[in-house]
């Protein structure tokens, strides 16, 4: 399983940014996919989540201004960051849970930087 995010960068506060996450070695579109964020010296945080189904889910700190999505035919996930501020300067990583495999799997992490 291999999940390869990319999309990050450096934007001012206010900008827009989006997340691409493309998955492979899996049944895509069986699986729930999730955004985590780690900015230096916190602890990892979800940020969204997409279900098979489409269903969403959010951390309060990014409703209404973040929205997750899905391609199942491209295999890929996305996180459209919008209205951005300098607290979401992050590494932020894709991930998914396996059940029939035991465990989950994590991209290589994209840098997004807000500047203020």
């Known amino acids: 399983v291999q999940l390869q995010a990319s999309g990050g960068g450096l934007v001012q506060t206010g900008g827009s940014l989006r997340l691409f996450c493309a998955a492979s070695?899996?049944?895509?579109?069986?699986?729930?996919m999730n955004w985590y964020r780690q900015a230096s010296g916190k602890q990892r945080e979800l940020v969204a989540t997409?279900?098979?189904?489409?269903?969403?889910n959010y951390a309060d700190s990014v409703k209404a201004r973040f929205i997750v999505s899905r391609d199942n035919a491209k295999r890929t996930v996305y996180l459209q960051m919008d209205s951005l501020k300098p607290d979401d300067t992050a590494l932020y990583y894709c991930?998914?849970?396996?059940?029939?495999?035991?465990?989950?799997?994590w991209g290589q992490g994209t840098q997004v930087t807000v500047s203020s």
């Open positions: 070695g899996i049944n895509f579109s069986l699986h729930t």
């Open positions: 997409i279900a098979s189904t489409g269903s969403t």
């Open positions: 991930n998914t849970n396996v059940p029939s495999r035991q465990r989950q799997y």
